[in-house]
């Protein structure tokens, strides 16, 4: 058995080197190589071949991330759950089952500055002063939050994406919401100021999106100051907690017996038990 194992292993390439499988052999915690050999006949093929398969296994490679959907088809009950939460809707696209602000020709004053917020089909625009000064009509590209407040986000050449300083109170009525307001009250801000809307210090790409998004990368270009942000899910899904899923989910693929033979965890890079049985 030992021979057929060495062989297996040497024919797999770059495992002759790799720590974790010396020779081609795989010792996880339960030492499979010791089962393997007190038995006999045709069990020790098959015990074999549970060996080499410890030593395919994707523990090498870097995990992926693989989407809620997929944690899904696992995970029903947790997935039907967090679809009622707010980290499924920290952000969405604007579209009118998200947009919850009033965008019916509706003007607001504040600081100096009057804004419009209409509708025009789907689409929702606001009217409002831009980094040049003068009056713009920009077309919201998602919504951010949901509650106590929504805010909106807007697209920018470079790959930038900026949040507007004008937020639609989501509270009820009788709790003073259902209306817009600013998040500086009282503060006259330039438009040439990094304060500004369109500012950077109200840009989504390094200042916002990664906890509102999984899997975020800035994807910032020094050279030209713009961004080509990618992210792996536009909300905060199940791996913005527990990591990329592509070795978990490879884990679930294996029978009960198999998972606790050759795997030492179930794949998971953050397993979020720091405080369990702690009250």
Avoid at 59 to 68: D, L
Avoid at 96 to 105: C, E, H, K
Avoid at 123 to 128: L, N, P, R, Y
Avoid at 198 to 205: E, H, L, P, S
């Amino acid at each position: 058995l030992a021979d057929r194992v060495e062989h297996a292993g040497r024919a797999r390439s770059g495992h002759a080197d790799d720590r974790s499988c010396a020779g081609g052999v795989h010792t996880p915690p339960n030492h499979p190589v010791v089962l393997a050999a007190l038995v006999t006949g045709p069990t020790r093929i098959v015990a074999g071949a549970l060996i080499v398969v410890a030593c395919s296994r994707e523990s090498q490679t870097p995990a992926e991330f693989v989407g809620s959907a997929r944690c899904a088809s696992c995970h029903a009950p947790e997935h039907a759950a967090w679809k009622t939460s707010q980290h499924a809707v920290a952000m969405q696209d604007a579209t009118p089952a998200a947009v919850l602000g009033r965008f019916d020709s509706t003007r607001f004053e504040a600081n100096g500055i009057t804004s419009m917020f209409l509708r025009r089909g789907d689409q929702f625009v606001v009217t409002t002063e831009g980094a040049d000064g003068q009056r713009h009509d920009y077309r919201l590209r998602y919504t951010f939050g949901v509650y106590p407040l929504q805010q909106y986000l807007v697209d920018f050449p470079g790959g930038r994406v900026q949040a507007l300083t004008i937020a639609w109170d989501a509270r009820s009525a009788a709790q003073g919401g259902q209306r817009w307001f600013t998040l500086y009250p009282g503060v006259i801000v330039a438009h040439t100021d990094e304060f500004h809307w369109t500012g950077a210090q109200n840009n989504w790409n390094f200042m916002c999106a990664d906890c509102h998004s999984t899997g975020v990368r800035k994807g910032y270009d020094a050279t030209t100051g713009g961004f080509h942000t990618t992210r792996a899910e536009i909300n905060v899904a199940c791996e913005a907690c527990h990591g990329p899923g592509s070795r978990h989910a490879r884990w679930g693929s294996y029978p009960g017996f198999l998972r606790k033979l050759v795997w030492r965890d179930d794949g998971l890079p953050a397993q979020l038990t720091e405080r369990s049985g702690i009250q």
